[in-house]
């Protein structure tokens, strides 16, 4: 469970505490209050809203639980918010509270894959400046396509010289290599995933896009899902939807590495505000 989808430490502590519970019988209200040094029914009081439990209170708790500094830290933070009186000190540690969590809405959070935070290197920035690289380098997981490169110049419409520049970059970065004894390449790499704050991202991100929807116009219906979606909702929904889709895209990855490549396919996803500020 990741703790950082509440801005309640009520509700984490009660939904910690139904988690564990199904692993293991001993996380039980009354071995929490125990833990805490405290009754049963001050406990329970707390989980209905009636009180709160004091900062060494909730340290022991978390103590219980087995967080981590971070996490302790965060649910420190949601006592305060929820004992604090005064408005504007409340909406200042509301906005501490929110920055946490979006730190860790982060894919580099969710995902297993190896992350490349800020490449600097030229051939790094030239790899994620091109989508061709990336989808040359995902073909060269399939078979057929490792031991014959240059049906991809068909496949994808690219000339010969330039499926052999994307291959001496894929090569030059020791993604893949060429085996003179199978006559293919093998791939070294193909789990990356770039980081949300390297400074390439944005130019990445917009330049997939157009060589998605460029390609998605000449695919037959059959051959692809196109959902855009127009809401109105509040932040803390919003929050939500975004929260699903990181345990989505946890939950796909296991799928993605346990499944066999015969063909390669792309996912784009947008959650933003059409307010600008």
């Known amino acids: 469970m990741n703790i950082f989808n509440s801005l309640s430490y009520v509700e984490i502590i009660s939904n910690i505490l139904k988690t564990r519970k199904k692993v293991n019988s001993q996380f039980t209200f009354s071995r929490l209050a125990e833990a805490m040094g405290i009754q049963k029914t001050y406990v329970s009081r707390v989980m209905k809203g009636d009180a709160h439990f004091t900062s060494d209170q909730l340290y022991l708790a978390c103590k219980f639980f087995e967080f981590n500094e971070e996490e302790t830290d965060f649910l420190q933070l949601l006592l305060e918010i929820a004992r604090c009186q005064i408005n504007a000190r409340r909406k200042i540690l509301m906005t501490r509270a929110r920055k946490i969590q979006d730190r860790h809405r982060e894919t580099k959070t969710t995902l297993a894959a190896e992350i490349v935070e800020t490449p600097q290197s030229t051939s790094y920035q030239s790899y994620y400046l091109d989508p061709l690289n990336l989808i040359v380098h995902t073909y060269l997981s399939i078979p057929q396509f ?55 991202n944005p130019a990445y991100q917009t330049l997939m896009r157009v060589a998605s929807n460029d390609h998605c116009l000449r695919l037959r219906a059959e051959k692809k899902f196109n959902l855009a979606v127009t809401l109105s909702a509040d932040t803390e929904a919003k929050n939500k939807i975004h929260d699903e889709f990181l345990v989505f895209l946890k939950a796909i990855e296991k799928y993605v590495r346990q499944a066999s490549s015969e063909d390669v396919y792309q996912m784009n996803f947008d959650l933003f505000s059409w307010d600008p500020d």
């Open 146 to 200: 490792r031991d014959n490169p240059k049906l991809l110049t068909h496949k994808l419409r690219l000339s010969t010289s330039g499926l052999e520049k994307i291959l001496q970059t894929l090569q030059k970065l020791s993604l893949i290599r060429w085996n003179r004894n199978t006559e293919s390449y093998e791939v070294l790499k193909d789990h990356l995933h770039l980081a949300g704050d390297s400074h390439i």
